[in-house]
């Protein structure tokens, strides 16, 4: 098989797994004219069409589906073999494409970036910060990372950060205007900052004491879909919100946001790394334990658990 001919079909089993040419086009690199170009030459050559093709959506002919079934076995058996190689290697390499919601990304990742960078420079990472639950096997992911409860059952799971509680908080400058809520109720009366989730849903404001849950209907002036915002917003006296106390425990310590109703957040969770498959790359691999390491160290003596997966 000619280089060009390998090149060709790679680009057609993107496409057929992203079932669009655009988002094909990006993961490979490639100019969408270029990447249409470089499938119509492959029709031709084969003598079929092996894509259907509307201005909306991309589908497989009969062809189509025979051929993905075919090769696809075969590509995945030579992206193991090449990754095999790094067990021979002094150090790993290659790409590793993470998926990440934007407080861990800020929380979790960012202050690991250069360390990790300088730890393995043939190693590139390849980071893509929402706040939607990514399909991270349809995206072509090697992992994720994204708060426990939202990841799915069959994922393996690696723990990247100690628990945290959800808790309502607000600036020294508005409470001393406006009062402090004791009870969740109370929030009803006050101005609140809403967070706008990735599936465009707003995100609820619960709450738990005694095996009581309630969830409070809060409303204010701002709704946001980044975190930092969010943030920002409430140091600057706008209102409450509603947010990871591990995410500002810096402007906590320093007495620039308030923590309220803490008896009513008892429930803790954690951020997780996860990915798909237990036969991780080398890359993944050390990532995981570079992420373990770091996580260990943030524990003081007081609060050293176990950590378990």
């Known amino acids: 098989m000619r280089g060009s001919e390998?090149?060709?079909?790679?680009?057609?089993?993107?496409?057929?797994?992203?079932?669009?040419?655009?988002?094909?086009?990006a993961f490979l690199g490639l100019a969408p004219s270029t990447l249409s170009q470089t499938i119509r030459s492959l029709e031709e050559k084969l003598g079929v069409r092996l894509l259907h093709r509307t201005t909306r959506s991309v589908s497989l002919t009969e062809a189509g589906e025979h051929l993905l079934g075919k090769i696809r076995p075969a590509f995945e058996d030579l992206q193991s073999a090449v990754e095999s190689i790094n067990d021979f290697r002094d150090a790993p390499m290659g790409t590793l494409?993470?998926?990440?919601?934007?407080i861990p990304a800020q929380m979790i990742v960012a202050p690991i970036l250069k360390s990790f960078l300088l730890s393995y420079p043939a190693i590139s990472l390849d980071i893509v910060v929402d706040n939607v639950n990514a399909d991270i096997v349809k995206g072509r992911f090697d992992a994720g990372i994204r708060y426990g409860r939202l990841i799915a059952q069959d994922m393996v799971m690696v723990r990247a950060s100690i628990p945290s509680r959800i808790v309502a908080m607000a600036s020294p400058c508005y409470l001393e205007k406006h009062g402090v809520p004791r009870v969740p109720q109370d929030l009803q009366h006050h101005s609140c900052i809403r967070f706008r989730l990735g599936n465009q849903q707003v995100l609820p404001w619960s709450f738990e004491k005694n095996k009581k849950k309630i969830e409070v209907g809060v409303k204010g002036p701002l709704i946001v879909n980044h975190v930092d915002l969010m943030v920002d917003a409430v140091r600057d006296g706008i209102g409450i919100g509603y947010m990871a106390e591990a995410y500002v425990s810096e402007d906590i310590a320093q007495g620039r946001l308030v923590p309220m109703l803490t008896d009513w957040s008892p429930t803790y969770d954690s951020w997780y790394l996860y990915y798909a498959n237990r036969q991780y790359s080398a890359p993944l691999k050390v990532f995981i334990q570079f992420l373990r390491d770091h996580l260990q160290k943030k524990l003081t003596p007081a609060a050293h658990v176990e950590l378990k997966d």
């Open 97 to 102: 494409r993470l998926s990440i919601s934007s």
């Open 6 to 25: 390998f090149a060709q079909l790679r680009a057609f089993i993107e496409i057929a797994e992203q079932g669009n040419f655009a988002r094909a086009s």
